[in-house]
């Protein structure tokens, strides 16, 4: 359902349902033709996921198989852009490692595009330095 929620609390209902592993949340979030990319990614990890199946399958899917759980983000910045849709999120996902119980952080920045209250564009430049950190 669109809305007019803008950019800001659109994040802020992203980090509710990632802190809360809700694929309802998730679902609730994206529009039907959005697109996620993580323009770093290892091989195996899709650079690109389009449509909002896809990308909620696809997240709850690393929910299940996942050794961590976020517990909350830290804002660095936040950057508006020349479009007042889109944003440029500096951030830590901080979390703990559910087998060793060790706390983690994340360092990332998202570029958020959000379109009659849904996410249409999210890029997630995420440090897999500290992913790996925060899975060992």
Not at 29 to 45: K, M, N, S
Request: aromatic content about 8%; charged content about 25%; proline content about 4%.
């Amino acid at each position: 359902m669109a809305s007019t929620a803008g950019p800001r609390e659109v994040l802020a209902r992203f980090r509710d349902a990632a802190i809360g592993q809700s694929t309802d949340g998730m679902r609730r979030l994206y529009a039907a033709d959005a697109i996620h990319e993580f323009p770093f990614h290892r091989p195996g990890v899709p650079a690109r996921l389009t449509g909002r199946d896809e990308i909620v399958a696809w997240t709850a899917a690393g929910w299940r198989a996942r050794r961590f759980e976020y517990e909350r983000y830290r804002t660095l910045a936040v950057h508006d852009t020349g479009d007042p849709g889109t944003i440029v999120v500096e951030q830590q996902a901080i979390g703990r490692n559910t087998a060793s119980g060790r706390e983690f952080v994340l360092p990332n920045i998202v570029v958020l595009t959000v379109r009659h209250g849904l996410i249409g564009h999210l890029r997630d430049y995420v440090n897999l330095v500290a992913v790996d950190a925060a899975l060992s």
